[in-house]
């Protein structure tokens, strides 16, 4: 079942990836070199100089939202004692870093054909940190942001626009700590009779 580390784990499978997918076609592709993907925090764009990121892609993880279809689930049908607190949306913005037009708009392009390719990432791609069931996956869906939320959250993060894409990974599930290591209970339930305590 997959925990709480889930989250970070998929962001750092698709760095993985795309990493091994350049790897290999790189040559055969004849595409912009060197390029490196990373995963970036909010605090690392706005930080960053923009030399330090040159041809980089960089997944920044903007946003995290609870699932619209299983909002409302409280269990799992399918598995005994088994309740997942929580089935998330990953928002993720995909931006090239650098300085040539011809670089930024090819590997974009390749990242965006990679993850068109590969849709669904299945235990072959996730990360074995998050402990993902042999059946579990995550599927990649294009998002359609308006200009004005792209503007919008660059503007939060400081640097001048980069051209991006951004894409959701879901249905990312997140399970309850497993028997054995809940949380002790730290409250006792006393009722009165006559005035005395039982």
């Known amino acids: 079942m997959a925990d709480y580390t889930a989250v970070f784990a998929v962001g750092d499978s698709l760095v993985n990836f795309l990493t091994s997918s350049y790897q ?3 040559a055969a592709l004849k595409l912009p070199t060197p390029c490196t993907f990373k995963l970036v925090s909010s605090t690392e764009i706005a930080t960053e ?3 330090t990121l040159d041809q980089m892609v960089t997944l920044f993880l903007h946003r995290i939202t609870i699932n619209d279809q299983f909002r409302s689930t409280t269990h799992l049908q399918d598995v005994n004692d088994r309740q997942p607190v929580l089935f998330l949306d990953l928002h993720y913005l995909i931006t090239y870093w650098g300085r040539e037009a011809q670089a930024e708009q090819k590997l974009l392009a390749w990242t965006m054909q990679q993850l068109q390719s590969y849709p669904i990432l299945d235990k072959s791609i996730l990360t074995t940190d998050a402990q993902w069931e042999t059946t579990e996956t995550v599927q990649l869906v294009p998002a359609d942001l308006s200009l004005e939320d792209i503007l919008r959250i660059w503007d939060a993060l400081g640097p001048k626009y980069r051209l991006s894409v951004s894409y959701v990974a879901r249905v990312v599930r997140i399970d309850r700590l497993a028997s054995g290591t ?3 209970v730290v409250a006792t339930r006393f009722t009165y009779q006559d005035g005395v305590a039982s």
């Open 182 to 184: 809940e949380l002790p």
């Open 49 to 51: 100089e923009t030399t």
């Open 24 to 26: 290999a076609a790189q």
